[in-house]
């Protein structure tokens, strides 16, 4: 059965990465999450963050991506099955509302991540602007 077979670990990268760049291209989320992962990069240079706080938000930006991406997969099985069985999408809403909740959770934590690592780098910033 060719739905068995082992596929060579550079096909298997490039289906990985086939599904990531479609991801990127047709989900609007996706994008928005990148945004907002290129600004806290780009806060964490200007600041001059530690280690520590990299390692935090490669973590957090990588379990976004990720959960994102899986969101997507659901979704796009929901839609197959709602399809193929001629079901309602109240029938796939549930499942779908789930992995969105997912998606949030992880999100309000990066939030939350963001703002403990970047307020006190803002907050001496501005003391040292006033102070001047």
Same mark, same amino acid.
């Given at each position: 059965?060719?739905?068995?077979?082992?596929?060579?670990?550079?096909?298997?990268?490039?289906?990985?990465?086939?599904?990531?760049w479609?991801?990127i291209?047709?989900?609007?989320?996706?994008?928005?999450e990148?945004?907002?992962?290129?600004?806290?990069?780009v806060?964490?240079? =200007?600041? !001059?963050?530690?280690?520590?706080?990299?390692?935090?938000?490669?973590?957090?930006? *990588?379990a976004? $991506? #990720?959960?994102?991406i899986?969101?997507?997969s659901?979704e796009?099985?929901?839609?197959?099955?709602?399809?193929?069985?001629n079901?309602?999408?109240?029938k796939?809403?549930l499942?779908?509302?789930?992995?969105?909740?997912?998606v949030?959770?992880? =999100?309000? !934590?990066?939030?939350?991540?963001?703002?403990?690592?970047?307020?006190?780098?803002? *907050?001496?910033? $501005? #003391?040292?602007?006033?102070?001047?």
């Amino acid at each position: 059965m060719d739905t068995l077979r082992n596929h060579k670990l550079q096909e298997s990268i490039s289906f990985a990465l086939r599904g990531i760049w479609q991801a990127i291209k047709n989900e609007r989320n996706i994008k928005i999450e990148l945004g907002f992962a290129f600004w806290a990069i780009v806060a964490g240079f =200007a600041f !001059g963050i530690t280690k520590t706080e990299w390692l935090a938000i490669i973590i957090i930006v *990588f379990a976004i $991506l #990720s959960a994102e991406i899986l969101n997507s997969s659901i979704e796009s099985l929901c839609n197959l099955v709602r399809d193929e069985e001629n079901l309602g999408y109240k029938k796939t809403k549930l499942t779908r509302d789930i992995a969105a909740g997912a998606v949030m959770l992880l =999100a309000i !934590g990066s939030v939350v991540l963001g703002l403990v690592i970047f307020l006190p780098y803002i *907050f001496a910033a $501005l #003391s040292n602007v006033l102070v001047l």
